[in-house]
């Protein structure tokens, strides 16, 4: 059976803005496994892209603080990494793919020059060797004629081939741990494709871990075996892929699944959750989730559910559920 190679426990990240404290992640816990893809879903400011800034220490203090919990990594809680540690750890141990390739490269460095970096950092050779490194990891990405395209700036590139020089860069250094921020966001269908197919091919020749973010939810049945949904801060269900997507339980969850376009359907009209997500700097009493849920009850107004377990690794968060009504 496969270790834990990350745990989550208790995550708490608070901003404290002008306007109040916001709870971005407010008291989360989960796993992924060795080898294993945990996908984590749910609509923007649900709070998984700073869930994932947590895990590589990156929120920006002030007004971003980690408040509570604990992020284990390989058995130790990387909160109580020094920077230097860190330093060693991040593109090393854990890697990240950020959103948005068209602007998280940097423009006057080329494609070599920026993958090189990391290589250099913690594999500690010169930048002949780097550079040899770098035309290795854009050939492992599927960039062709890898030795003319190190040396290409961002601006020179398609939007694809900057995906995987990101790619390229994340795992230049082997890492345990990939994060892959909305990895397809601002690509055509053909090319996310090809990048998911990429993503799969890394994950099995280098056993890697991926912690997937994203809302899209093909891209969630595609490549996950285990997803966390998140709602305003909170996880409000968990299970294996195939389990969720089969028996969906928290309404939230029922609702984003319903929201899936399907071909061959009688309607053209797209199912949409009512409301909105809530101010984060007003959250209503009880679960987050009652204003917009049709199953509310009065105890869902007052009281907030815990994550429980109601089958094996089927987690949820709901009164009703838990209750059977």
Known sequence: MAKDLLEVKNLKTYFDTEDGLIKSVDDISFKIKEGETLAVVG??????SITSMSIMRLIPNPPGKIVGGEIIFEGKDILKYTDAEMMKMRGNQISVIFQEPMTSLNPVFTAGEQIGEAIMLHRNVGEKEARKEAIEALKLVGIPRADEIVDAYPHELSGGMRQRVMIAMAVSCNPKLLI?????TALDVTIQAQILDLM????EKLNTSIMLITHDLGVVAEMADYVVVMYAG???EEAPVLELFKSPMHP????????KPIINKETNRLYSIPG???NPLGMPTGCYFNPRCSKATDKCRQVSPTLIEVKPGHKIACWNCKEGE
């Open 43 to 48: 609509e923007s400011g649900c709070g998984k």
């Open 180 to 184: 892959a921020d909305e990895p397809t």
């Open 200 to 203: 799969r091919d890394l994950k």
């Open 234 to 236: 909170k996880i409000v």
């Open 252 to 259: 939230y969850t029922i609702g984003l699944l319903q929201s």
């Open 276 to 278: 909105q997500v809530p």
